[in-house]
């Protein structure tokens, strides 16, 4: 099955998650490029205003210092993790460095090779590897600093993940229509609901448009999978 195949089917089928967890996926299609660059909160700061109060007032020195100037550099945040790697690691705490999309990489506590079911530790040591990573996480505020700076990169203004999704879906739509893909019948509020649930008016995405990218689809067609796919309907 390609990737494509995968992608095409994990947005049409009702079963890979609720609504709620389809339209964050919906308003992050599209941005899943490497982030880089400093996030400047001051631009941003009446739509972020109580989480960068929050991270100001957590006691976390460095992660004050960070916000003082109002913006968040990627040397900071690059150092940021450096400290809150130190942290874990003098607690006796394995620390992985996963791939990311932001400097520095993404930083978490190990719990061992089966990280997700945490079952290659004991109890014991699972509590004692969360509790070094609350400790760790309210001295550095890495998770939270780290949080703040994507928002800040593909969110300055706050929008709320539904009313980000809707946008992304209107843009993906000009585009399908732009180069053929669907026709000028199709509405907003059609499309919008066939790529957030999979289905409108008795339509399934894979119907409409999913055909065209699924290889064992006698409507397979290459040049507009690869058009779904640039269209960010995939």
């Known amino acids: 099955m ?28 599209g ?23 929050k991270i100001k007032n957590s006691g976390s020195t460095e992660a004050a210092q960070i916000l003082e100037d109002g913006k968040i550099t990627e040397e ?8 809150y790697a130190q942290c874990l690691t003098s607690k006796g705490i394995t620390v992985d ?11 978490s506590p190990s719990y061992g090779d089966d990280a997700l079911d945490k079952r290659n ?20 505020q890495y998770k939270n600093i780290v949080d703040l700076y994507l928002s800040l990169k593909e969110n300055p203004e706050n ?8 946008q992304q879906n209107d843009k993906t739509l000009a585009c399908l229509k732009k180069h053929g893909i669907v026709d000028d019948s199709v509405t907003a509020d059609a499309y919008d609901e066939l ?18 990218a699924l290889k064992d689809n006698p409507a397979y067609d290459k040049r507009k999978a690869a058009i779904i796919e640039q269209c960010g309907a995939l």
């Open 2 to 29: 390609t990737i494509l195949t995968v992608l095409a089917l994990s947005i049409s089928l009702g079963a890979c998650g609720t609504a709620g967890d389809r339209k964050q996926e919906q308003s992050l299609r």
């Open 31 to 53: 941005q899943a490029s490497a982030i880089s660059g400093d996030a400047d909160a001051n631009a941003a700061d009446a739509s972020y205003r109580d989480e960068i109060a």
């Open 76 to 83: 900071e945040l690059v150092q940021l993790g450096s400290s």
């Open 97 to 107: 460095t996963g791939e990311a999309r932001y400097p520095g990489g993404s930083i």
């Open 121 to 140: 530790l004991s109890e014991d040591e699972i509590a004692a590897t969360n509790a070094a990573d609350e400790a760790c996480q309210n001295e550095t």
């Open 159 to 166: 929008v709320d993940n539904d009313q980000l999704a809707r």
């Open 195 to 212: 790529a957030t649930m999979g289905e409108s008016g008795g339509t399934s995405f894979d119907d409409l448009i999913g055909k065209y």
